[in-house]
């Protein structure tokens, strides 16, 4: 079956950076757009940027712009989230998602990974 399965979280202090990655198995792996959301306790997931199947692209959103990266390795399969800069409000689950579709809102998502914990400490 398909499994998504993110790793890479932990705790930083501000300013920081972390590399969380996102490996996928049970898919046409370079047929997906792969997109990143995360989710802060009491509040619902946001997108947080994503790139397209080739890698040759890439979109985020105004909160991490500058400070975040995505690349893909599409030969292993695996999708990276390079975060520097970190606040503390970038504290959240992280969950990788992957779409066969052009969208990458909520509702278009094929696949979901199980999420990783990402805490950044003022």
């Known amino acids: 079956q398909v499994q998504l399965v993110e790793s890479g979280g932990g705790l930083v202090q501000a300013g920081g950076s972390l590399r969380l990655s996102c490996a996928a198995s049970g898919l046409s792996f370079s047929m997906y757009l792969i997109s990143w959301f995360r989710q802060a306790p009491g509040k619902e997931r946001e997108f947080v940027g994503r790139i397209t199947r080739s890698g040759s692209s890439t979109y985020f959103a105004d909160s991490v712009k500058g400070r975040f990266t995505i690349s893909r390795d599409n030969a292993k399969n695996t999708v990276y989230l390079q975060m520097n800069s970190l606040k503390p409000e970038d504290t959240a689950v992280y969950y990788c998602?992957?779409?066969?579709?052009?969208?990458?809102?909520?509702?278009?998502?094929?696949?979901w990974g199980q999420g990783t914990q990402v805490t950044v400490s003022s």
């Open positions: 998602a992957a779409t066969i579709g052009p969208s990458t809102e909520i509702r278009y998502i094929n696949h």
